[in-house]
């Protein structure tokens, strides 16, 4: 088993920046890539960026790109998005997320591709 924990999140104006956390727990070893998702209210949850555990290939929407960046702390086992040049259209709650896949070389873009989440932390940008 994995956990996840967010923290982070809250009120910013557009513009601002915000640095996401999300502390992993448990079964490290198993983890192959990591995913920050969100979910604004009546929208279907979306991947925002995702990074191979062991440092290599990222990704980010094309939204996101070149506003958010994804990073890892080994030593932490903590994850970050750093988030800026916000907009209201990013407000929703954002998830971290572990996949366990095998195998593959880049992160999985789907939620499917994911087995574990945290419960995730509002971020809330106001115009």
């Known amino acids: 088993q994995v956990q996840l924990v967010e923290s982070g999140g809250g009120l910013v104006q557009a513009g601002g920046s915000l640095r996401l956390s999300c502390a992993a727990s448990g079964f490290l070893s198993s983890i192959n890539a990591m995913g920050w998702f969100r979910q604004a209210p009546g929208k279907e949850r979306e991947i925002v960026a995702g990074?191979?555990?062991?440092?290599?290939?990222?990704y980010y929407s094309d939204s996101v790109k070149d506003r958010f960046t994804i990073s890892r702390d080994n030593a932490r086992n903590t994850v970050y998005l750093q988030m800026s040049s916000l907009k209201p259209e990013d407000t929703a709650v954002y998830y971290c997320a572990a996949d366990r896949r095998r195998y593959v070389l880049s992160p999985g873009r789907l939620a499917g591709n994911y087995d574990y989440w945290g419960r995730g932390t509002q971020v809330t940008v106001s115009s």
């Open positions: 990074m191979m555990w062991n440092g290599g290939s990222t």
